[in-house]
């Protein structure tokens, strides 16, 4: 089970996201940053990043990933096609 603290440590408040970004969250950066759906369709550019503690929409982390599972996706469904006999 994980301490009030560390609970705490994952959510990203005014104050937490001022101190790692240096600015204030405008309209629905701390609803983005602490969206659960983050990282699958329509939410690519939700959530926090960790590697860069930053916005994950102020870095291209999860948008790199999602595209690399789209081309590798797109590879594997064009090979047939390209096999021609
Ligand atoms: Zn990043």
Known sequence: MKTPEEIKEQIITTERFKELTGIDPIQDDL?????????????????????????????LCSVNKYNKKIKENNESANKPQNERP
């Open 31 to 59: 609803e983005r940053a602490n969206c659960k759906s983050a990282g699958i369709f329509n939410h690519i550019c939700c959530g926090w990043c960790s590697k860069h503690n930053k916005p994950a929409w102020w870095c």
